[in-house]
């Protein structure tokens, strides 16, 4: 059941551990090359004009959250070669899968595409936990393994305010969502310095490619 929202709040307060400077190493799927994505994103663009609470997100850093690992300043790069390593052995046992992102919907900090089916999804982050895990061990892999909820977010709330100018011109859209196919997760450098999340790509675990 999806829940209505009601009200919005800013998405850009300081999350425990985040200064400005500092950045963290995350598990992402990220979209360059995938173009049904960046049209999806397109469609959704002429909504947010007149909503100046919604800072919408450039094309180039739409992404799909999956699993963090640390801040850069705390994670040996050492641990960070190995848990690269360990994932592509696990990523190599999967498939790549197909998944369907929208219709968009409100969430208290965003407007985002909900990812339909989910269990691929959540059985590619328990591979990515699973591949931390071998190298810092079950007790340090940060993050809830059930509180997840796979979505890209198209657009992130900068200010308190209510929900329903944001849900009334959902309303008035037709149905718009995108199929994508999944080949691999991305260890990227994250920063949110200017509210917006930017990263440099790190490494890549491809789906169903032997490592080796």
Known sequence: ??????????????RPGWRVGRSFYTWHVTFEDQP?????????????DGLPTLDPIPVR?????????????????????????????????????????????????ALMLPVRPPEPVVHLRAAIRA?????RGPDNVPEDSDDFRPHV???????????????QR??????????ITVHRATLIDLNRDHKV???????????GIPTG
Not at 197 to 207: F, G
């Open 1 to 14: 059941m999806v829940e209505t929202v009601h009200v919005m709040r800013d998405h850009w307060w300081w």
């Open 36 to 48: 049904s994505v960046h049209q999806l994103a397109a469609d959704y663009t002429p909504m947010f």
């Open 61 to 109: 850093w739409l992404h799909l959250t999956m699993q963090g690992i640390g801040f850069t300043d705390e994670v040996d790069r050492a641990d960070v070669g190995a848990i690269v390593d360990a994932a592509r052995c696990r990523c190599a046992a999967l498939a790549p899968f197909t998944v369907t992102l929208g219709p968009a919907r409100v969430d208290p900090e």
């Open 131 to 135: 591949a931390i895990a071998d190298v």
């Open 153 to 167: 977010s198209l657009a992130y709330s900068n200010a308190a305010g209510p929900a329903g100018p944001i849900a």
């Open 170 to 179: 959902l309303t008035e859209r037709l149905v718009t969502s995108a199929e």
């Open 197 to 207: 999340y930017r990263w440099t790509d790190i490494a890549a675990a491809e789906l």
